[in-house]
């Protein structure tokens, strides 16, 4: 018996999509559309509207015009978000995982919850309190929690901000890794160097409105927008 290939809920079209907060404009008639594969980097510079456009798409918030359209019904379940300052459980990093996967009604959830733990080198944690993890540690758990729900989207905000350069390399790895068995990574990064080495695009959003799309070594070497010369030459203020 042949079995079918799950229905892919990419890609996603963002339709003319407007956010409206406090009488603030923070996203603005924004267009366009993610497929499956390249791994998109969201750069722009502080108040640009980046984590929120993330939040729209990944269904935390309401758009107040437009649309946001996965390809498939029942998208929710099949992507998830990682966020910079993950809420953990007070429970185990192996538990962390679990109660993710026993949501889910996951089958053979003790065996998917360790897999995903060693995926992200922290197999030798499994048994430690969340709460006790370093930050880099932390952030690899939540990644982890995502990553066992096999989601075919995973959307990243700032997923090593304030780590220092080992715990950002682990966590690159890992994301690389996550990629590589077929996800698409959506990541917010204010890590030009970490965009150059995880991105394949990048959308560049300023003030609210995406400004420029483009590979990412035409995006650093040839920018098309004044304001994205700006920001990569240090001109823009950073997230």
């Known amino acids: ?44 510079a502080n108040g640009a509207g980046k984590s929120v456009l993330m939040r729209l798409m990944h269904g935390l918030l309401r758009p107040t015009a437009g649309e946001i359209a996965w390809s498939a019904e029942h998208a929710g379940r099949k992507q998830a978000m990682v966020f910079q300052r993950p809420v953990l459980l007070r429970r185990s990093a192996l538990a962390n995982v679990l109660y993710a996967l026993e949501l889910a009604d996951s089958p053979r959830p003790g065996e998917q919850a360790r897999k995903a733990l060693a995926d992200v080198g922290l197999s030798h944690l499994a048994d430690r309190p969340a709460r006790v993890l370093s930050g880099g540690e932390q952030q690899r758990l939540a990644i982890a929690r995502a990553w066992a729900l096999r989601p075919q989207v995973l959307f990243l905000d700032e997923p090593t901000a304030s780590l220092d350069p080992t715990a950002r390399h682990a966590i690159e790895t890992a994301i690389d890794a996550i990629h590589a068995e077929g996800t698409k990574i959506v990541l917010i990064t204010h890590n030009l160097g970490q965009a150059r080495r995880l991105g394949d695009e990048v959308l560049f959003l300023h003030q609210g409105r995406l400004v420029e799309r483009a590979p990412v070594d035409r995006f650093f070497t040839q920018p098309a927008s004044a304001e994205a010369s700006a920001f990569i030459k240090g001109e823009l203020p950073w997230v």
Request: charged content about 15%.
């Open 1 to 44: 018996m042949t079995m079918r290939a799950p229905t892919s809920i990419l890609p996603l079209a963002v339709r003319d999509l407007s956010f409206v907060a406090g009488g603030r404009t923070i996203i603005e008639h924004m267009s366009f559309e993610l497929a499956a594969g390249p791994r998109t980097v969201i750069l722009g």
